[in-house]
């Protein structure tokens, strides 16, 4: 019986040395790059850090959405053009929470069901593997979902202009499409394949690069719009437009810069695209909630101070008295003076 166990225990050593070359140079063609089992192991510690940001963020965002609806100062239309926002933080908070399971599941079947048959490397380095197909199904739509809330946002910047949202929706396509071909491909691969030189990183980088094409345009000009909005009306007393420009900016950015990243790490072969592709799940829906969030509670301050200016002042009723004491002859006891006052109303 001890032998047999010893035997199985060699033979799955044995087979997790061979798949050690052949997934690491899957993963990276040099020597100096990060083996998988600990780019994953990391990536579970960090994704699992900022999906505890983006689960915060989230839920105070939609609890904000949903208050706009109820609150008195509502106006026409709010709830129509609410919507989308609403089904779209909701469609985040479930791909980004269904990627987030995934990550820590695939963790414990790599290190305690799979350990000791095909290998923790092996496992990882399987991209055919069903749950490494959803979960990249889950970053996919993602990316998607927040590309299509950007465009939405770009839209009603500009005052619902079709013409405006064209290249977005264009590029909008062009990610679906290759969120699909990705998708697929992952399904096709096989053990020991280089997926930067295959079929699958070609849809990849298509992706990122439509992905960050409809960030940049969207961005720049709905920047470009409220920069002008604020200089028009700013002479005649209006409200300042730099705080929304400056929240729309930085939250950008955060997500440029990541998706920027992935795609220099991806090109240069490394396994760090691994740790990048997947916090860029939560990352996008962090980008995305700090708009709502910030905005939202901006937007509440200001109908509470408008409420609180608004409400008339009670009125009420004040007896003034007052006592009036004379001391003009010491011979005689002071006299004291009662004079009733008028009933003042404020």
């Known amino acids: 019986m001890l032998d047999l166990s010893l035997f199985q225990r060699m033979s799955s050593l044995?087979?997790?040395?061979?798949?050690?070359t052949s997934y690491h140079r899957f993963g990276a063609p040099t020597v100096m790059d990060i083996?998988?089992?600990?780019?994953?192991?990391?990536?579970?510690?960090?994704?699992?850090?900022?999906?505890?940001?983006?689960?915060?963020?989230?839920?105070?965002?939609?609890c904000l959405i949903v208050g706009r609806h109820t609150s008195p100062m509502r106006h026409r239309g709010t709830l129509i053009h609410r919507f989308p926002i609403l089904f779209g933080a909701i469609g985040l908070l479930i791909t980004i929470s269904a990627h987030w399971i995934l990550t820590v599941d695939r963790a414990f079947l790599a290190f305690i069901h799979f350990a000791d048959t095909s290998g923790t490397l092996a496992f990882y380095g399987d991209l055919s593997e069903i749950t490494e197909v959803v979960k990249t199904g889950f970053v996919v739509a993602t990316l998607i979902i927040g590309d299509a809330l950007i465009i939405y946002r770009l839209w009603v910047v500009w005052g619902f202009n079709k013409y405006v949202i064209i290249f977005p929706i264009a590029s909008l396509t062009g990610s679906a499409v290759s969120a699909a071909g990705i998708t697929y491909q992952f399904t096709l691969y096989k053990p020991g394949q280089n997926v930067f030189l295959s079929e699958t990183g070609r849809w990849i980088t298509s992706d990122a690069i439509f992905t960050l094409c409809i960030n940049v345009y969207c961005t720049a000009f709905i920047?470009?719009?409220l920069w002008n909005q604020g200089r028009a009306i700013q002479p005649y007393g209006?409200?300042?437009?730099?705080?929304?420009l400056a929240i729309i900016v930085e939250s950008a950015a955060l997500y440029t810069t990541w998706a920027i990243t992935y795609l220099a790490v991806y090109r240069s072969q490394s396994n760090l695209q691994f740790i990048v592709i997947d916090c860029l799940s939560p990352i996008t829906g962090i980008s995305i909630m700090l708009i709502h969030v910030r905005v939202g509670l901006a937007q509440m301050k200001g109908e509470f101070s408008a409420t609180t200016a608004s409400?008339?002042?009670?009125?009420?009723a004040v007896n003034i008295s007052r006592d009036v004491h004379s001391n003009a002859d010491?011979?005689?006891p002071m006299d004291k003076l009662e004079e009733e006052g008028a009933k003042v109303t404020v």
């Not at 209006?238 to 929304?244: A, C, K, Q, T």
């Not at 409400?311 to 009420?316: C, D, L, N, R, V």
């Open 330 to 332: 010491a011979d005689y």
């Open 14 to 20: 044995a087979t997790e040395q061979r798949a050690s």
């Open 238 to 244: 209006g409200p300042s437009l730099r705080s929304v």
């Open 311 to 316: 409400a008339p002042m009670p009125s009420f």
């Open 223 to 225: 920047s470009w719009r």
């Open 35 to 62: 083996s998988l089992v600990p780019v994953n192991l990391a990536n579970v510690a960090l994704e699992s850090c900022l999906y505890g940001v983006y689960l915060v963020l989230a839920i105070t965002s939609i």
